[in-house]
């Protein structure tokens, strides 16, 4: 299934996408999508039952805003340095463990909504990545078998990045990572059952038409199921969280000088194989 909000933001209502490309109204089934939707299968079971009957009623598309596709999120953990292409492009090392970092969840807004540069911003950045939305509270998961059955669904997510103030301006990483709307997430949230294998899906994002990322995620150093597995060890990962698994080779910062970092006016579109595309105006915060 092809789970969105739409909506204005803070008033989304849950739909569907369903297989003719038909947008469809899931609020008389369920609240939202969210942790406990999400974590009760019966109550899945009932929208795809509902999906397959044909008795969803449609929704007029047009001039609709779509939301992230889950509410509430608890946490968005995300995962730096994951694929070989973009450790060797910013000259560092492979890491020998997933580099594990938080962004808050009040970053994310929908797939198109504006992006905003932050006041003083001379590095903002680009990033595609597939996210991980968990369907069962993980942890100390062993196996990845284990890891995978943990797993809701998938998204395109956009963390974007202001290079100055994650390495520049001492600290961890939080300063350049949690600037407001730097977290777009969506369209949909597509049910792990129709991501048969994570490690198989093409990632691309354009910066005001022209391609700058074109990869792929068998290139990730540590694969969807590591990935979970590996942070279950360290946090309790709940219904709703999000794991933003790392980004392909083409950021901003691993071209040459002058490097073409994002400005206001720019236009960012990204998607990835079978989960949709977004596209982001950027304008000044």
Known sequence: MKLLRV????????????QDGTLRDL???????????????????????AAGAGVLPALDATGLRVGPPVARIGKVVCIGLNYHGHA??????TPAEPVVFLKAADTVVGPDDTVLVPRGSVKTDWEVELAIVIGRTARYLETDEE???????????????????????GGTWDKGKNCETFNPLGPWLVTADEVPDPQALGLRLWVNGELKQDGRTSDQIFPVAEVVRYVSRFMTLYPGDVINTGTPAGVAMGQPEPKPYLRPGDVVELEVDGLGRQRQELKSA
């Open 7 to 18: 909506g204005p933001p803070g008033a989304e209502r849950p739909a569907l996408l369903d």
């Open 147 to 169: 890891a995978l059955a943990h797993v809701a669904g998938y998204a395109v997510a956009h963390d974007v990045s202001e290079r100055e103030f994650q390495i520049e301006r």
């Open 27 to 49: 609020s008389a089934l369920v609240d939202d999508i969210d942790g406990s939707l999400l974590a009760d299968a019966s109550a899945l079971d009932r929208v795809r039952a």
């Open 88 to 93: 060797a492009e910013t000259g560092q090392a």
